[in-house]
């Protein structure tokens, strides 16, 4: 691996604990409640089986899996992995764990139906590489839906040490560039999605511009047909 992907390991892992106490809550009533929704929306359970990248402690996984899926999670975070599998223990979920790159993954070319990536590619190196990665493991006219961080998110803190030259583990792409780099390496977008921090109403989003309302999101959602030919 990179020397980011090993600092991004190594603090992963530091967060893992940390990450796994809040998860229940972020993927329920939190930012990440609308997340499989949407997903289950554009990804049928005979559609393949589906890939989990960057799967954290498996929450996502499991709750793909306890709808019908067969799920592949991979985190790059080896104590994010134990926690999955704890998760796991003991069920029939069709589901799997290991470590794993975003960027180099160990499955042939269109391997999945769906590919769920939230987040995971503004602490990726390269998104374009990450991004070209997910389009090789899709099969034609799959989806991906992919979670970029919007302007308001707090953990675009990560990227802050850049300003005093000190390397970092997350790059500072923005949701509209997530989407044209989509556009332009094969995908077609069928859904965008923001979810806003609290204190943005409704009523005002609904009535701005998709670039406005990316503006203003904490994570912007898209999903993403692979183009086929």
């Given at each position: 691996?990179?020397?980011?992907?090993?600092?991004?390991?190594?603090?992963?892992?530091?967060?893992?604990?940390?990450?796994?106490?809040?998860?229940?809550?972020?993927?329920?009533?939190?930012?990440?409640?609308?997340?499989?929704?949407?997903?289950?929306?554009?990804?049928?359970?005979?559609?393949?089986?589906?890939?989990?990248?960057?799967?954290?402690?498996?929450?996502?996984?499991?709750?793909?899996?306890?709808?019908?899926?067969?799920?592949?999670?991979?985190?790059?975070?080896?104590?994010?992995?134990?926690?999955?599998?704890?998760?796991v223990r003991g069920t029939d979920l069709s589901v799997r764990f290991q470590t794993g790159d975003v960027s180099a993954l160990p499955?042939?070319?269109?391997?999945?139906?769906?590919?769920?990536?939230?987040?995971?590619?503004?602490?990726?190196?390269?998104?374009?590489?990450?991004?070209?990665?997910?389009?090789?493991?899709?099969?034609?006219?799959?989806?991906?839906?992919l979670g970029i961080l919007g302007p308001t998110a707090g953990p675009r803190a990560h990227s802050y040490r850049r300003l005093y030259?000190?390397?970092?583990?997350?790059?500072?792409?923005?949701?509209?560039?997530?989407?044209?780099?989509?556009?332009?390496?094969?995908?077609?977008?069928?859904?965008?999605?923001?979810?806003?921090?609290?204190?943005?109403?409704?009523?005002?989003?609904?009535?701005?511009?998709?670039?406005?309302?990316?503006?203003?999101?904490?994570?912007?959602?898209?999903?993403?047909?692979?183009?086929?030919?």
């Open positions: 691996m990179s020397h980011w992907s090993v600092e991004a390991a190594k603090q992963w892992n530091q967060f893992a604990a940390d990450w796994h106490a809040r998860s229940t809550a972020m993927w329920e009533t939190g930012s990440r409640r609308t997340v499989l929704p949407m997903f289950m929306r554009h990804v049928q359970p005979d559609a393949g089986p589906v890939l989990d990248a960057g799967c954290g402690d498996g929450y996502a996984s499991c709750k793909l899996a306890a709808n019908g899926y067969r799920v592949e999670g991979v985190d790059i975070a080896e104590e994010m992995i134990r926690l999955a599998h704890e998760r499955f042939a070319d269109a391997s999945f139906g769906g590919i769920l990536c939230i987040n995971v590619t503004e602490f990726t190196p390269s998104p374009l590489t990450a991004l070209r990665e997910l389009h090789r493991l899709l099969i034609p006219g799959g989806v991906l839906l030259g000190e390397e970092t583990i997350q790059n500072t792409m923005m949701p509209w560039e997530a989407k044209q780099l989509a556009a332009e390496n094969g995908f077609r977008l069928l859904e965008e999605e923001p979810v806003y921090k609290e204190g943005v109403p409704a009523e005002l989003a609904g009535r701005l511009s998709a670039e406005l309302r990316e503006a203003l999101s904490f994570l912007t959602l898209f999903a993403l047909e692979k183009v086929p030919g």
